[in-house]
């Protein structure tokens, strides 16, 4: 693996990385099923497909993608759900409070960039415990959202940083790409969603296990 050098601020993603926020979107699907009169999904079938949002729920939930006629209705649905129980049984990973407090400590700045629309990010921040972020880059904070690296570059600006001076670490293969093309050292978390696809396949600079393996590599 390459080295990461010297980083002065770390950037999270949020669902997959920081938090384990699948049990809530995967009752915002159920809740679409059983109001369906429908068994709701098994959770191991959701969960992967957490980090892609309502795209990829409702993909694993109902087998319907962005080109069906009734996707958007689907979409305000779920979010709307999802929405009214943002926290019910969310929490931080195992090690990620620890990790950010050892980060604080040390006095590197940190922040989350996620393609979770403020509208989500802003209520759930705050009751995750994770308001002392020195960031906070939503979905539709820029024009673009990841893999685009936009979002990335407007972190490292609110940082006062350059890019290469900050290291991003996600669960989603967007999140390698996004870092890479903000010319960041990319960091595929492998205790988060991960998708369809292997993290070892992703080509990052460095593939963690457990959140506590980041601080060898900063401090």
């Known amino acids: 693996m390459k080295s990461l050098g010297t980083i002065r601020a770390v950037l ?6 920081l938090a384990d926020t699948a049990p809530d979107l995967a009752a915002a699907v159920n809740l679409m099923r059983t109001q369906r009169k429908l068994e709701p999904a098994p959770y191991a079938q959701l969960r992967p497909h957490a980090s892609a949002g309502a795209r990829g729920l409702l993909g ?16 305000i649905e779920f979010l709307n759900n999802y929405e009214a129980a943002i926290c019910q049984h969310s929490s931080l990973f195992d090690g990620i409070a620890e990790l ?8 590197i700045p940190w ?18 415990g994770l308001q002392h972020a020195s960031c906070v880059i939503s979905g539709d904070t820029t024009a673009h959202s990841k893999p685009h690296p936009e979002p990335l570059l407007e972190a490292a600006r609110q940082l006062q940083l350059a890019p290469q001076d900050c ?19 990319s960091i595929a978390a492998a205790w988060g969603y991960c998708g369809q696809t292997e993290p ?9 296990y457990e959140p506590s393996e980041l601080l060898k590599f900063i401090i």
């Open 12 to 17: 999270f993603d949020l669902d997959g990385t």
């Open 60 to 75: 694993a939930g109902f087998g319907v993608t962005p080109h069906d006629a009734e996707f958007d209705a689907m979409r």
């Open 100 to 107: 950010l407090q050892t980060i604080i400590a040390h006095g």
């Open 111 to 128: 922040g989350i960039v996620t393609n979770k629309a403020a509208r989500f990010t802003q209520p759930l921040v705050p009751l995750l």
């Open 167 to 185: 290291c991003y670490l996600g669960d989603d293969l967007r999140d390698i790409q996004a870092a890479q093309a903000a010319g960041m050292r």
């Open 200 to 208: 070892e396949q992703w080509q990052a600079d460095l593939l963690l």
